[in-house]
């Protein structure tokens, strides 16, 4: 088992931007596909974004494309997830995820997860 560990959430304004941290620990993540998930309470886990271990693929929610990215920095052995333009149905849980397989967005295909970072968008 490794650790992930994310960081960056917090209260924010309707409009406003964050930038979502994750970085593991005992292992590089180098070659690893990456992907973030958010879940409310009640509800299903959800898709975000997922970045190949290259960052050369990219896959995004509907709800969220084009106001969230998601990138890499194999060097730090980081995975950011900068969300812009936030609204208040961005409100979530949000989990980072690794997998030794290609970028996915099914969670069940993720081996590791952090404990996750809340993000609440306020009105």
């Known amino acids: 088992q490794v650790q992930l560990v994310e960081s960056g959430g917090g209260l924010v304004q309707a409009g406003g931007s964050l930038r979502l941290s994750c970085t593991p620990s005992?292992?590089?993540?180098?070659?690893?596909?990456m992907g973030w998930f958010r879940q409310c309470p009640g509800q299903e886990r959800e898709f975000v974004a997922a970045i190949s271990w290259s960052a050369m693929t990219t896959y995004y929610a509907d709800s969220v494309k084009g106001r969230f990215t998601i990138s890499r920095d194999n060097a730090k052995n980081t995975v950011y997830l900068q969300m812009d333009r936030l609204k208040t149905e961005d409100t979530a849980l949000y989990y980072c995820?690794?997998?030794?397989?290609?970028?996915?967005?099914?969670?069940?295909?993720?081996?590791?997860w952090g404990p996750g970072t809340q993000v609440t968008v306020a009105s």
């Open positions: 995820a690794a997998q030794f397989g290609v970028a996915s967005r099914d969670p069940r295909q993720y081996n590791y």
């Open positions: 005992g292992r590089t993540f180098s070659r690893y596909a």
